[in-house]
């Protein structure tokens, strides 16, 4: 026969399986708190990676296209000189074409005349 006392002890005392039940869900309660903020976390370094991914691929499209008009700039300048340069020269010289000489073949009798 238990008497009030056990029956009372038996009920604020808690059990081994109790106690980790208790534990457990304590644990559970704080991991899905903190994957939450990790989620969030996770979320803003994703975009500030994706943010700056697209700056630099903006900045090297700009950079490409700033040194492409430099080397057309640069192209055209030094095009516009060579033609300065290059336009009194041939001007100044004649187009007239050589006309090659064909050497004279002799003919034997010319060679039997000299021979005597």
Do not use: C, Y
Not at 43 to 71: H, P, R
């Amino acid at each position: 026969m238990t008497t009030k006392k056990s029956i009372a002890k038996k009920a604020s005392k808690k059990t081994f399986l109790e106690k980790v039940g208790n534990k457990a869900s304590h644990i559970k309660d704080d991991l899905i708190a903190g994957k939450d903020h990790l989620v969030e976390m996770a979320e803003e370094a994703f975009d500030s990676v994706k943010e700056g991914l697209q700056n630099i691929t903006k900045k090297k499209k700009t950079v490409k296209k700033s040194i492409k008009k430099a080397v057309a700039k640069k192209a055209k300048a030094v095009a516009k000189k060579v033609v300065k340069k290059a336009a009194p020269k041939k001007a100044a010289k004649p187009t007239a074409k050589k006309v090659a000489k064909r050497p004279v073949k002799k003919s034997a009798k010319d060679a039997s005349k000299k021979v005597q």
